[in-house]
């Protein structure tokens, strides 16, 4: 690429045009730092034309334009502006598409201009074209389409990747080097080439459809593929599999899994408390529900769970209101209920879920294995399934799926069971990888179901908590998802007409899909942080509360107060770590990802950004010479 800046500096000077050979480039290669002598040039121009033939594919589209054309007896040819000359761009052509004929071709670097300069006018004068009888199709708005009009020749644009792609490309690509450090800069196996073309193929619709389209449909897709390979090695004769998708988070990837005619498999709508609560053979699992929970009373402890001791309703009325911290009623309730309270609470709800699950999987009493698949992080809902399984004395194996792992939390998954990461802390590096599961609650989101989440259930029927996320929210996430699922309707047929096979190494599209989700989480850009700024994210934990999603005055004011480093480490809410930081500005952003991927040392000090510089959704914060201490219910946070 340096040598190549050099070549076009060099012929500007010399010739008034930047177009120059192969050739010319390689002339300023430095051999030497290589241990290479002038005579490899010939060796490194066939090397990158090698490259050039196995990568350059068919566009099929313009490929049947193209035949149609010829079939009507019209002339059709090629201007490029390109390095190679037409010799080779020939051997490429034919390559890519054997036995294809055309009536002119040229290349830029043999005229010593390009399509924005004067070949154009060289194709006409040499062709005795009749300019107003000529087309030319191309992508490129400036050379293209302006360059032949100036030329008074009709030019259609075709376009591939648009400016936010392309943008969100480029920072995928550095995301890469930076999360995946183990692994050195490579190939996607064409994956963003297919991302390029469904887009190009899409219809343009609302940003939220287009964030769908080119980001959270590949990587879905992509987990969708692992999916299906770990489904696939499970199969044997001696075997019977079950499938299930996990509740809420687990709605998009089953419909990606529907939509790509996967086998049969149910959505399960059993969450962590609800599993917890069944596998309870102590108290402390369900001292842990509660922990979770920021704030209860007795109406609400009632209908989580069927009852309210008089001992609890005694220690809850003793607060303010009734209403006390689940860390405070964590600790007492060992004090308040009883062992066979808890053992009568757990076997109900056990026998309720055993029951749907029955329903769900009418052959459930004969599978050997299940799996679940869900966003991840740490296998909970599937140990506390596992120990529902053992008590009730049902020898099935569970193999958990998840699109983020924790490996370390997954150590404790039963021997006869399994559970498997795709993106791992062999994916990215651990530090990366916990960032990215701090940053995934926004993910969670989008791939959400619009129902409240599950309280208990009544045979085949799902009992639900009251949903409070609001209706702009749900149905912002529906267009995503749309999107999503418009991405896998068309991707396996585009990726077959462009020989491409992006997901065939499952390590490198897991690596690339890290990068591509960790753009989104770690450094959203100004549309994407436009449209998620305003959501909330539903604790549902038998409570209504919401936490904010984003909240660039609270990490504005943990900044001042704790300083950068203390800033990156708090604990939410807000529950999008990274779009606050981002809300202050993208340089906040940039930096914290860095902290997050251990590239930022712990005594690094960073400067307030002034008020007036701020993003207008982070301007809610104070200047920094209002700081203050908060009192009150927020005083906490």
Same mark, same amino acid.
């Given at each position: 690429?340096?040598?190549e800046a050099r070549a076009h500096r060099i012929a500007q000077e010399r010739h008034g045009s930047p177009e120059v050979?192969?050739?010319?480039?390689?002339?300023?290669?430095?051999?030497?730092?290589?241990?290479?002598?002038?005579?490899?040039?010939?060796?490194?121009?066939?090397?990158?034309?090698?490259?050039?033939?196995?990568?350059?594919?068919?566009?099929?589209?313009?490929?049947?334009?193209?035949?149609?054309?010829?079939?009507?007896?019209?002339?059709?040819?090629?201007?490029?502006?390109?390095?190679?000359?037409?010799?080779?761009?020939?051997?490429?052509?034919?390559?890519?598409?054997?036995?294809?004929?055309?009536?002119?071709?040229?290349?830029?670097?043999?005229?010593?201009?390009?399509?924005?300069?004067?070949?154009?006018?060289?194709?006409?004068?040499?062709?005795?074209?009749?300019?107003?009888?000529?087309?030319?199709?191309?992508?490129?708005?400036?050379?293209?389409?302006?360059?032949?009009?100036?030329?008074?020749?009709?030019?259609?644009?075709?376009?591939? /990747?648009?400016?936010?792609?392309?943008?969100?490309?480029?920072?995928?690509?550095?995301?890469?080097e930076l999360l995946c450090e183990a692994r050195p800069s490579q190939l996607d196996g064409g994956a963003r080439t297919?991302? &390029?073309?469904?887009?190009?193929?899409?219809?343009?619709?609302?940003?939220?459809?287009?964030?769908?389209?080119?980001?959270?449909?590949?990587?879905?897709?992509?987990?969708?593929?692992?999916?299906?390979?770990?489904?696939?090695?499970?199969?044997?004769?001696? &075997?019977?599999?079950?499938?299930?998708?996990?509740? &809420?988070?687990?709605?998009?990837?089953?419909?990606?899994?529907?939509?790509?005619?996967?086998?049969?498999?149910?959505?399960?709508?059993?969450?962590?408390?609800? $599993?917890?609560?069944?596998?309870?053979?102590?108290?402390?699992?369900?001292?842990?529900?509660?922990?979770?929970?920021?704030?209860?009373?007795?109406?609400?402890?009632?209908?989580?769970?069927?009852?309210?001791?008089?001992?609890?309703?005694?220690?809850? $009325?003793?607060?303010?209101?009734?209403?006390?911290?689940?860390?405070?009623?964590?600790?007492?309730?060992?004090?308040?209920?009883?062992?066979?309270?808890?053992?009568?609470?757990?076997?109900?709800?056990?026998?309720?879920?055993?029951?749907?699950?029955?329903?769900?999987?009418?052959?459930?009493?004969?599978?050997t294995d299940l799996v679940l698949v869900d966003i991840g992080y740490s296998g909970n809902v599937q140990k506390a399934?596992?120990?529902?399984?053992?008590?009730?004395?049902?020898?099935?194996?569970?193999?958990?799926?998840?699109?983020?792992?924790?490996?370390?939390?997954?150590?404790?998954?039963?021997?006869?069971?399994?559970?498997?990461?795709?993106?791992?802390?062999?994916?990215?590096?651990?530090?990366?990888?916990?960032?990215?599961?701090?940053?995934?609650?926004?993910?969670?989101?989008?791939?959400?179901?619009?129902?409240?989440?599950?309280?208990?259930?009544?045979?085949?029927?799902?009992?639900?908590?009251?949903?409070?996320?609001?209706?702009?929210?749900?149905?912002?996430?529906?267009?995503?998802?749309?999107?999503?699922?418009?991405?896998?309707?068309?991707?396996?047929?585009?990726?077959?007409?462009?020989?491409?096979?992006?997901?065939?190494?499952?390590?490198?599209?897991?690596?690339?899909?890290?990068?591509?989700?960790?753009?989104?989480?770690?450094?959203?850009?100004?549309?994407?942080?436009?449209?998620?700024? /305003?959501?909330?994210?539903?604790?549902?934990?038998?409570?209504?509360?919401? $936490?904010?999603?984003?909240?660039?005055?609270?990490?504005?004011?943990?900044?001042?107060?704790?300083?950068?480093?203390?800033?990156?480490?708090?604990?939410?809410?807000?529950?999008?770590?990274?779009?606050?930081?981002?809300?202050?500005?993208?340089?906040?952003?940039?930096?914290?990802?860095?902290?997050?991927?251990? /590239?930022?040392?712990?005594?690094?000090?960073?400067?307030?950004?002034?008020?007036?510089?701020?993003?207008?959704?982070?301007?809610?914060?104070?200047?920094?010479?209002?700081?203050?201490?908060?009192?009150?219910?927020?005083?906490?946070?």
């Amino acid at each position: 690429m340096l040598a190549e800046a050099r070549a076009h500096r060099i012929a500007q000077e010399r010739h008034g045009s930047p177009e120059v050979h192969i050739t010319e480039i390689y002339s300023y290669f430095p051999f030497k730092l290589f241990g290479l002598t002038e005579d490899a040039l010939g060796e490194l121009v066939a090397a990158e034309f090698a490259a050039e033939l196995d990568l350059c594919r068919t566009n099929p589209e313009i490929h049947s334009q193209y035949l149609d054309n010829k079939q009507h007896g019209r002339r059709v040819g090629f201007i490029s502006d390109t390095y190679w000359d037409s010799a080779r761009l020939s051997l490429l052509l034919r390559a890519c598409s054997p036995g294809l004929e055309w009536d002119f071709l040229y290349a830029s670097c043999e005229h010593r201009t390009g399509k924005s300069e004067d070949l154009f006018a060289t194709y006409v004068a040499q062709e005795g074209i009749d300019v107003d009888l000529a087309m030319h199709i191309g992508d490129n708005e400036h050379a293209d389409i302006k360059g032949a009009r100036r030329h008074g020749i009709r030019a259609r644009h075709y376009p591939q /990747a648009g400016a936010r792609l392309t943008s969100r490309l480029h920072r995928e690509a550095s995301l890469f080097e930076l999360l995946c450090e183990a692994r050195p800069s490579q190939l996607d196996g064409g994956a963003r080439t297919l991302r &390029r073309m469904v887009a190009a193929r899409s219809a343009e619709r609302s940003a939220a459809y287009h964030l769908g389209v080119t980001v959270v449909g590949p990587v879905m897709q992509a987990f969708n593929t692992f999916v299906t390979a770990r489904c696939s090695a499970l199969a044997s004769p001696d &075997r019977r599999v079950g499938i299930g998708f996990l509740g &809420r988070d687990g709605f998009l990837p089953h419909r990606i899994w529907q939509q790509c005619g996967g086998a049969p498999a149910a959505y399960l709508e059993v969450n962590r408390r609800v $599993s917890l609560l069944a596998s309870a053979d102590t108290i402390e699992p369900v001292c842990e529900v509660f922990r979770k929970i920021p704030r209860i009373d007795g109406p609400t402890f009632r209908d989580m769970l069927k009852v309210l001791p008089p001992a609890v309703a005694t220690f809850l $009325s003793a607060f303010p209101d009734g209403v006390a911290t689940g860390a405070d009623l964590a600790d007492a309730l060992p004090g308040l209920m009883q062992q066979s309270d808890i053992a009568d609470l757990a076997s109900g709800i056990r026998a309720r879920l055993m029951g749907y699950l029955r329903e769900m999987f009418p052959d459930f009493d004969r599978l050997t294995d299940l799996v679940l698949v869900d966003i991840g992080y740490s296998g909970n809902v599937q140990k506390a399934l596992s120990r529902v399984l053992q008590l009730e004395g049902v020898p099935l194996r569970l193999h958990g799926l998840y699109l983020f792992s924790l490996n370390d939390a997954l150590e404790d998954v039963p021997d006869r069971d399994s559970a498997e990461g795709f993106i791992s802390d062999t994916t990215v590096t651990p530090h990366a990888n916990r960032m990215l599961v701090r940053n995934a609650l926004m993910l969670e989101q989008i791939c959400c179901s619009g129902e409240g989440s599950v309280r208990d259930y009544h045979g085949s029927r799902v009992l639900r908590e009251p949903n409070p996320r609001s209706v702009a929210q749900i149905g912002l996430c529906a267009e995503v998802q749309a999107g999503a699922l418009a991405f896998a309707d068309v991707s396996t047929e585009v990726a077959s007409a462009f020989r491409l096979a992006p997901y065939a190494d499952l390590k490198r599209t897991a690596a690339w899909s890290a990068a591509v989700i960790g753009r989104l989480l770690l450094l959203p850009d100004d549309e994407e942080l436009s449209l998620l700024n /305003a959501f909330q994210h539903d604790v549902n934990l038998g409570t209504s509360t919401l $936490s904010p999603m984003v909240d660039g005055a609270f990490i504005h004011r943990q900044i001042l107060a704790r300083g950068f480093v203390g800033a990156c480490n708090t604990v939410p809410p807000p529950m999008w770590i990274a779009g606050s930081f981002a809300a202050l500005s993208p340089a906040h952003a940039y930096w914290y990802t860095l902290f997050g991927a251990n /590239a930022i040392g712990a005594d690094t000090i960073m400067l307030n950004v002034p008020d007036r510089l701020r993003r207008p959704w982070g301007r809610s914060s104070p200047p920094p010479w209002c700081l203050r201490r908060e009192s009150g219910p927020g005083a906490a946070r």
